[in-house]
T-cell receptor, first 113, second 116 residues
Framework: ELKVEQNPLFLSMQEGKNYTIYCNYSTTSDRLYWYRQDPGKSLESLFVLLSNGAVKQEGRLMASLDTKARLSTLHITAAVHDLSATYFCAVTNYGGATNKLIFGTGTLLAVQP | ETGVTQTPRHLVMGMTNKKSLKCEQH?????MYWYKQSAKKPLELMFVYNFKEQTENNSVPSRFSPECPNSSHLFLHLHTLQPEDSALYLCASTGTSGRTRNNEQFFGPGTRLTVL
């Protein structure tokens, strides 16, 4: 059974600081997703990582994937308050149209001024 | 992104009520999903439909009954729910062409359900 673990579960950081969220998964998977969720809102897709060594960046967020280590990281650079949200990683091991996403527990990020 | 819509956004119901949640996607996708998001738990996949056919039922109690009349619409019929069923119910869709070649799932805004 595919399991996905994120750490930390809660992260309080100051504006301007850097930090990394980690996502580990238990069995081989061919793609990994990062989502953002604001309080009371739905999930917004941030990144799709499709291969070993994939790195994607958008603004102050950068995601990477190491399929051999079964690890993805979401790095936050010079955090700003607008990044406060819950971040989820999700993994699938099925390449068809009805892929099944297994989500991590999420990391609640609070950026303090 | 308003490609996936859900109604109602909030629902309060008693344990003996019958209600339905609706999801509609305007993205031309062929697969649709229901997820349950409870406090302090990971998102749980409930049902998957591909081209109107159910391909996954993740051991969901029979008090939840999905319906997919076409690739654009998905319903979740609710009856005799329990208080522990209170949660955010999210609908998502994906396809295999264009932007969704990566099987990226797009989520609706969710229905916040409270069972009294």
């Amino acid at each position: 059974e595919l399991k996905v673990e994120q750490n930390p579960l809660f992260l309080s950081m100051q504006e301007g600081k850097n930090y990394t969220i980690y996502c580990n998964y238990s069995t081989t998977s061919d793609r990994l997703y990062w989502y953002r969720q604001d309080p009371g809102k739905s999930l917004e897709s941030l990144f799709v990582l499709l291969s070993n060594g994939a790195v994607k960046q958008e603004g102050r967020l950068m995601a990477s994937l190491d399929t051999k280590a079964r690890l993805s990281t979401l790095h936050i650079t010079a955090a700003v308050h607008d990044l406060s949200a819950t971040y989820f990683c999700a993994v699938t091991n099925y390449g068809g149209a009805t892929n099944k996403l297994i989500f991590g527990t999420g990391t609640l990020l609070a950026v303090q001024p | 992104e308003t490609g996936v819509t859900q109604t109602p956004r909030h629902l309060v119901m008693g344990m003996t009520n019958k209600k339905s949640l609706k999801c509609e996607q305007h993205l031309g996708h062929n697969a649709m999903y229901w997820y349950k998001q409870s406090a302090k738990k990971p998102l749980e996949l409930m049902f998957v439909y591909n081209f109107k056919e159910q391909t996954e039922n993740n051991s969901v109690p029979s008090r939840f009954s999905p319906e997919c009349p076409n690739s654009s619409h998905l319903f979740l019929h609710l009856h005799t729910l329990q208080p522990e069923d209170s949660a955010l119910y999210l609908c998502a869709s994906t396809g295999t062409s264009g932007r969704t070649r990566n099987n990226e799932q797009f989520f609706g805004p969710g229905t916040r359900l409270t069972v009294l």
